[in-house]
């Protein structure tokens, strides 16, 4: 039987029925017609797909998390960019990445990174200097120090360490010069980037109190950036593992930065802790929210990842993907070359979350 829907039957309500009072956007061609989730999985996590332009921070901003704020959830955003998100929220609501102090177990792997992991290697081939290294930083007896009390107690901590009887030969003295030549390549703005004071735990009592926290990161690099979630995710997994749960959207901008479709160093840490916050998440009301520019391969996220991903939004897509795209569409009778002309903010809903047995073509109205 088919049915025939007129602008004021909304038949969205059909599918929403009394259960499921939450929606994002509209149907496309129906402004009333505002479209239901199921917010039952919401910590199965969602993933945001579309080229540059395609509308993934407007969605994520006026849709997204409105309706994690609505179903009980805060938020918690990394703005990659410093200007997809922080430049829209209250300075009450937003943090600079440069406030967050790193755990110790962070400090030491990027520390190890900015010194050329003193010619070792790799980290994980820890020598005398990278031990050393650890003492100094699991004290913590620098923090709270200026760049240049850092660098002081550093250098100083270090040489006691490696070389007490200041001798001139000998496996202390190339330790001391191992350590030297690393020491050297180490900038003042890389040592500021640890000296931050909000510790995780911090943070996340802001989000609490505030609903929702935007972490601008710009002015950083890369590995900095990293080196903060794996402080963060490192804080939620604990919290989890002694299972507390979270009420927390993660919304995570710039998703191959994090979790690339082949990761190696940092990345490898960050994509697989993205992994385990996921499994982990589904149980504890963590819901993990990646945006990202390509859905696979080279361009998008890594694959291990993206199963994770039990609720998509797919808006215009780059050629590359349009293999992906038909994987996921194709079952639908929906043509995946429709997707690289799709109007910026036109995104198709599918997965978990949609209580349409087929994906839907939704939009919404940008205030």
């Not at 969205?12 to 496309?28: D, N, S, V």
């Not at 997204?64 to 990659?80: E, K, Q, S, T, Y």
């Not at 429709?338 to 839907?360: E, K």
Request: proline share 5%; with cysteine.
């Amino acid at each position: 039987m088919v049915y025939l829907f007129e602008d004021k039957d909304d038949p969205m309500r059909y599918l929403a029925g009394t259960a499921h009072k939450h929606t994002i956007g509209y149907y496309e061609g129906h402004p009333t017609w505002r479209v239901p989730v199921n917010e039952a999985f919401i910590p199965y996590h969602i993933g945001v797909f579309a080229s540059t332009g395609g509308g993934k921070s407007y969605l994520t901003r006026l849709q997204l998390i409105p309706m994690f704020l609505n179903a009980g959830f805060d938020v918690l955003v990394l703005d990659w960019k410093g200007r997809d998100y922080a430049p829209y929220f209250k300075k009450q609501n937003v943090i600079s990445i440069s406030e967050i102090a790193l755990d110790p177990e962070t400090v030491v792997s990027y520390l190890c990174k900015k010194m050329g992991n003193f010619g070792y290697l790799s980290q994980q081939a820890k020598g005398t200097v990278t031990q050393a290294l650890e003492e100094f930083v699991y004290s913590e007896s620098w923090r709270g120090l200026s760049v240049n009390e850092f660098r002081k107690v550093f250098y100083t901590s270090m040489i006691q360490a490696l070389n007490p009887r200041n001798l001139t030969s000998g496996k202390s003295f190339e330790d001391q010069q191992r350590f030297e030549r690393g020491y050297r390549r180490l900038r003042d703005s890389d040592i500021q980037n640890i000296l931050g004071t909000l510790t995780a735990n911090d943070i996340l009592q802001l989000v609490r109190e505030r609903k929702i926290i935007v972490i601008d990161m710009k002015k950083t690099g890369r590995d900095e950036k990293l080196s903060v979630f794996l402080t963060l995710a490192r804080y939620l997994m604990d919290l989890m593992q002694n299972d507390e749960d979270l009420n927390l959207a993660l919304v995570i901008d710039e998703g191959p930065q994090y979790c690339p479709f082949n990761p190696d160093s940092i990345q490898k840490e960050t994509t697989d802790m993205i992994i385990d916050l996921c499994a982990l998440g589904r149980s504890h009301k963590l819901c993990v929210c990646i945006l990202s520019q390509g859905m696979a391969g080279e361009i998008g996220i890594n694959a291990a990842v993206r199963r994770n991903l039990n609720t998509q939004f797919v808006g215009k897509i780059h050629p590359l993907d349009i293999n992906e795209a038909g994987n996921w569409l194709s079952p639908f009778n929906i043509d995946p070359k429709f997707l690289l002309s799709l109007p910026p903010g036109h995104f198709y809903f599918m997965g978990n979350m949609n209580l349409s047995p087929i994906p839907l073509l939704i939009t919404f109205e940008v205030k």
